[in-house]
Protein backbone atom coordinates (compact mmCIF):
# COMPACT_ATOMS: atom_id res chain seq x y z
CA UNK A 1 0.00 0.00 0.00
CA UNK A 2 1.06 3.70 -0.81
CA UNK A 3 1.73 5.63 2.00
CA UNK A 4 0.73 9.63 1.08
CA UNK A 5 1.51 12.74 2.23
CA UNK A 6 -0.44 15.49 1.15
CA UNK A 7 0.82 19.60 0.20
CA UNK A 8 0.15 22.82 -1.42
CA UNK A 9 2.49 22.89 -4.62
CA UNK A 10 4.99 25.72 -4.68
CA UNK A 11 7.31 27.21 -7.15
CA UNK A 12 9.42 24.53 -7.63
CA UNK A 13 6.82 21.50 -8.20
CA UNK A 14 5.81 23.22 -11.68
CA UNK A 15 8.00 20.64 -13.56
CA UNK A 16 6.93 17.71 -12.02
CA UNK A 17 2.88 19.14 -12.08
CA UNK A 18 3.69 19.73 -15.80
CA UNK A 19 4.97 16.43 -16.52
CA UNK A 20 2.26 14.40 -15.03
CA UNK A 21 -0.26 16.74 -16.30
CA UNK A 22 1.18 16.51 -20.09
CA UNK A 23 1.01 12.45 -19.39
CA UNK A 24 -2.74 12.23 -18.21
CA UNK A 25 -3.54 14.36 -20.98
CA UNK A 26 -1.79 11.80 -23.56
CA UNK A 27 -3.35 9.38 -22.16
CA UNK A 28 -6.89 10.53 -22.16
CA UNK A 29 -7.50 13.57 -24.70
CA UNK A 30 -6.44 11.43 -27.77
CA UNK A 31 -9.70 11.77 -30.04
CA UNK A 32 -10.58 15.73 -28.89
CA UNK A 33 -6.77 16.99 -28.82
CA UNK A 34 -4.71 16.77 -31.88
CA UNK A 35 -2.10 14.40 -31.94
CA UNK A 36 0.31 16.79 -33.50
CA UNK A 37 -0.25 18.68 -30.07
CA UNK A 38 -0.31 15.60 -27.55
CA UNK A 39 3.10 14.67 -28.82
CA UNK A 40 4.49 17.77 -29.75
CA UNK A 41 4.82 20.39 -27.89
CA UNK A 42 2.28 19.38 -24.83
CA UNK A 43 4.93 19.40 -22.46
CA UNK A 44 5.90 22.59 -22.90
CA UNK A 45 2.70 24.18 -23.01
CA UNK A 46 1.85 22.35 -19.97
CA UNK A 47 5.27 23.75 -18.26
CA UNK A 48 4.57 27.27 -19.00
CA UNK A 49 1.16 27.26 -17.97
CA UNK A 50 2.53 25.30 -14.31
CA UNK A 51 5.60 27.78 -13.99
CA UNK A 52 3.47 31.15 -13.72
CA UNK A 53 0.64 29.36 -11.62
CA UNK A 54 3.21 28.13 -9.50
CA UNK A 55 5.45 30.73 -9.37
CA UNK A 56 2.96 33.47 -7.50
CA UNK A 57 0.37 31.26 -6.34
CA UNK A 58 -3.34 33.20 -6.56
CA UNK A 59 -5.00 33.78 -3.49
CA UNK A 60 -8.14 32.73 -4.95
CA UNK A 61 -6.45 29.29 -5.97
CA UNK A 62 -4.94 26.66 -4.66
CA UNK A 63 -2.84 23.55 -6.27
CA UNK A 64 -3.08 20.16 -3.68
CA UNK A 65 0.12 17.43 -4.24
CA UNK A 66 0.05 13.53 -3.20
CA UNK A 67 3.42 12.78 -2.82
CA UNK A 68 4.54 9.30 -1.92
CA UNK A 69 5.67 9.81 2.06
CA UNK A 70 8.98 8.24 1.62
CA UNK A 71 10.75 8.90 -1.58
CA UNK A 72 8.43 12.15 -2.41
CA UNK A 73 7.34 11.75 -5.56
CA UNK A 74 4.48 13.03 -7.18
CA UNK A 75 1.75 10.67 -7.11
CA UNK A 76 -1.45 13.58 -8.54
CA UNK A 77 -2.57 16.66 -8.17
CA UNK A 78 -5.69 18.24 -7.65
CA UNK A 79 -5.95 22.18 -8.77
CA UNK A 80 -9.12 24.35 -7.59
CA UNK A 81 -9.95 28.18 -8.36
CA UNK A 82 -12.28 29.10 -5.82
CA UNK A 83 -15.48 31.34 -6.47
CA UNK A 84 -15.20 30.76 -9.86
CA UNK A 85 -18.65 31.42 -10.99
CA UNK A 86 -21.73 32.77 -9.14
CA UNK A 87 -23.99 30.03 -10.01
CA UNK A 88 -21.60 26.89 -9.78
CA UNK A 89 -19.00 27.82 -7.36
CA UNK A 90 -15.20 26.82 -7.30
CA UNK A 91 -13.59 25.19 -10.33
CA UNK A 92 -11.81 22.05 -10.40
CA UNK A 93 -9.78 22.94 -12.87
CA UNK A 94 -7.32 19.92 -12.82
CA UNK A 95 -7.20 16.54 -11.10
CA UNK A 96 -4.95 14.09 -12.49
CA UNK A 97 -3.40 11.14 -10.79
CA UNK A 98 -0.29 9.06 -12.14
CA UNK A 99 -1.09 6.29 -14.80
CA UNK A 100 -0.01 3.63 -12.88
CA UNK A 101 -1.53 4.15 -9.53
CA UNK A 102 -5.31 4.94 -10.72
CA UNK A 103 -7.98 3.34 -8.84
CA UNK A 104 -5.75 3.14 -6.17
CA UNK A 105 -8.12 5.71 -3.88
CA UNK A 106 -5.73 8.57 -4.63
CA UNK A 107 -7.89 10.70 -6.56
CA UNK A 108 -10.72 10.06 -4.13
CA UNK A 109 -8.38 11.81 -1.24
CA UNK A 110 -7.46 14.47 -3.84
CA UNK A 111 -11.01 15.24 -4.23
CA UNK A 112 -12.05 15.03 -0.56
CA UNK A 113 -8.46 17.55 -0.05
CA UNK A 114 -9.96 19.92 -2.88
CA UNK A 115 -13.59 20.09 -1.16
CA UNK A 116 -11.80 20.82 2.05
CA UNK A 117 -10.20 23.85 0.65
CA UNK A 118 -13.15 24.90 -1.18
CA UNK A 119 -15.09 24.81 2.73
CA UNK A 120 -12.40 27.11 3.89
CA UNK A 121 -11.58 29.54 1.21
CA UNK A 122 -14.51 30.00 -0.78
CA UNK A 123 -16.75 33.22 -0.08
CA UNK A 124 -19.58 32.71 -1.83
CA UNK A 125 -20.86 28.87 -0.79
CA UNK A 126 -20.00 25.40 -1.50
CA UNK A 127 -20.74 24.48 -4.55
CA UNK A 128 -17.50 22.77 -7.11
CA UNK A 129 -17.65 22.28 -10.56
CA UNK A 130 -15.49 20.72 -13.24
CA UNK A 131 -15.41 20.13 -16.97
CA UNK A 132 -14.47 16.74 -18.25
CA UNK A 133 -14.61 15.83 -21.77
CA UNK A 134 -17.83 14.05 -22.89
CA UNK A 135 -15.50 11.35 -24.93
CA UNK A 136 -14.06 10.32 -21.04
CA UNK A 137 -16.77 8.20 -19.78
CA UNK A 138 -14.43 6.42 -17.15
CA UNK A 139 -13.83 10.27 -15.56
CA UNK A 140 -17.40 10.69 -15.89
CA UNK A 141 -18.50 7.49 -13.60
CA UNK A 142 -15.62 8.30 -11.40
CA UNK A 143 -16.75 11.61 -10.60
CA UNK A 144 -20.45 10.57 -10.82
CA UNK A 145 -19.57 7.73 -7.60
CA UNK A 146 -17.89 10.48 -5.63
CA UNK A 147 -21.81 12.52 -5.84
CA UNK A 148 -21.10 14.52 -8.90
CA UNK A 149 -23.83 14.60 -11.57
CA UNK A 150 -23.58 16.60 -15.31
CA UNK A 151 -25.55 19.61 -15.71
CA UNK A 152 -24.40 21.01 -18.92
CA UNK A 153 -22.50 20.71 -21.99
CA UNK A 154 -20.06 23.41 -23.76
CA UNK A 155 -16.96 23.30 -26.50
CA UNK A 156 -13.93 22.25 -25.05
CA UNK A 157 -11.56 25.58 -24.99
CA UNK A 158 -8.47 24.90 -27.00
CA UNK A 159 -5.34 24.51 -24.79
CA UNK A 160 -3.24 28.03 -25.24
CA UNK A 161 -6.51 29.46 -27.45
CA UNK A 162 -5.11 27.59 -30.18
CA UNK A 163 -7.82 25.93 -31.95
CA UNK A 164 -5.65 23.71 -33.85
CA UNK A 165 -4.71 21.81 -30.55
CA UNK A 166 -8.45 20.65 -31.15
CA UNK A 167 -9.80 17.94 -33.12
CA UNK A 168 -12.55 19.41 -34.22
CA UNK A 169 -15.10 20.60 -32.03
CA UNK A 170 -15.02 18.03 -28.98
CA UNK A 171 -17.72 18.73 -26.07
CA UNK A 172 -17.18 18.77 -22.52
CA UNK A 173 -20.07 18.25 -19.61
CA UNK A 174 -20.21 20.13 -16.53
CA UNK A 175 -20.32 17.91 -13.47
CA UNK A 176 -21.54 19.66 -10.09
CA UNK A 177 -21.66 19.05 -6.28
CA UNK A 178 -24.14 21.14 -4.45
CA UNK A 179 -22.14 21.16 -1.46
CA UNK A 180 -18.26 20.28 -1.01
CA UNK A 181 -18.57 20.05 2.43
CA UNK A 182 -20.12 16.77 1.61
CA UNK A 183 -17.23 15.32 -0.33
CA UNK A 184 -14.50 17.01 1.82
CA UNK A 185 -16.22 14.36 5.06
CA UNK A 186 -15.68 11.23 2.80
Given amino acids: MTVLRFRCAGPDDADQVALLHADSWRRHYRGAYADSFLDGDVVADRRAVWQARL ?3 AAKAETILAEHQHDGRLLG ?5 F ?8 LVD ?3 VSHELRRAGIGT ?3 AHGAGAVTRRATTGTGMYLWVLQQNTEAQQFYRARGAAPAESAA ?4 GGDPARLNGTPRSLR ?3 PDASLLARS
Fill in 55 to 57: ATP
Fill in 77 to 81: FIHVA
Fill in 83 to 90: DEDPRWGS
Fill in 94 to 96: NLH
Fill in 109 to 111: RLL
Fill in 156 to 159: VTPP
Fill in 175 to 177: MVW
